[in-house]
T-cell receptor, first 114, second 113 residues
Framework: AQSVSQHNHHVILSEAASLELGCNYS??????LFWYVQYPGQHLQLLLK??????LVKGIKGFEAEFIKSKFSFNLRKPSVQWSDTAEYFC????????????FGTGTQLKVEL | SQTIHQWPATLVQPVGSPLSLECTVE??????LYWYRQAAGRGLQLLFY??????ISSEVPQNLSASRPQDRQFILSSKKLLLSDSGFYLC????????????FGDGTRLSIL
């Protein structure tokens, strides 16, 4: 079975700082990868996804993530964070051809200070 | 467009009482349906998923059960709630024909007293 690790549980940054949230997965086959975001008081929403092709994927609100297959990683990045990026971020993985059961990481709480 | 409705948004129940959370999806047919729980300090945990009416798979042993009486209705239940059932419950759906990410409801905050 697949698993996902998010090593940073809480991250505090100042506005305009650069962001990188780590995500590593464990699975013996090919996977699809996702980052979800949950803003305070709102529902989960998709930030970006990787299915195939260019390993550098761009999502909404200036976020991007890079799939490094050799490292089993899918780190989330943003060059310059804003206060409105304060939220909880979840990495998720699903085996290709393995049904629709997403496995989530434990989440990273990001707080951006003014 | 597709929408997912989940209610109630918040619920406070005494230990030992029954539970029924409902989730409905509109604008799609034969979706895969899911119940997740997000406990404090922990990530999302898949509790149940369903690929069709009456077809329920349980991912973890627990005090809860799920039912799918109609194609776009998914119900999470318990006969007797435990303190450990407190948490944030999310319903989600996905398109059965493609490996697409799941769409989530707004969640139910369940507090057991």
């Amino acid at each position: 079975a697949q698993s996902v690790s998010q090593h940073n549980h809480h991250v505090i940054l100042s506005e305009a700082a650069s962001l990188e949230l780590g995500c590593n997965y464990s699975y013996g086959g090919t996977v699809n990868l996702f980052w979800y975001v949950q803003y305070p008081g709102q529902h989960l929403q998709l930030l970006l996804k990787y299915f195939s092709g260019d390993p550098l994927v761009k999502g909404i609100k200036g976020f991007e993530a890079e799939f490094i297959k050799s490292k089993f990683s899918f780190n989330l990045r943003k060059p310059s964070v804003q206060w409105s990026d304060t939220a909880e971020y979840f990495c998720a993985v699903i085996p290709t051809g393995g049904g629709n059961k997403l496995t989530f990481g434990t989440g990273t709480q990001l707080k951006v200070e003014l | 467009s597709q929408t997912i409705h989940q209610w109630p948004a918040t619920l406070v129940q005494p230990v030992g009482s029954p539970l029924s959370l409902e989730c409905t999806v509109e604008g799609t047919s034969n979706p895969n349906l899911y119940w997740y729980r997000q406990a404090a300090g922990r990530g999302l945990q898949l509790l149940f998923y369903s690929v069709g009416i009456g077809q329920i798979s349980s991912e973890v042993p627990q005090n809860l059960s799920a039912s799918r009486p109609q194609d776009r209705q998914f119900i999470l239940s318990s006969k007797k709630l435990l303190l450990s059932d407190s948490g944030f419950y999310l319903c989600a759906w996905s398109d059965v024909y493609s490996n697409q990410p799941q769409h989530f409801g707004d969640g139910t905050r369940l507090s057991i007293l």
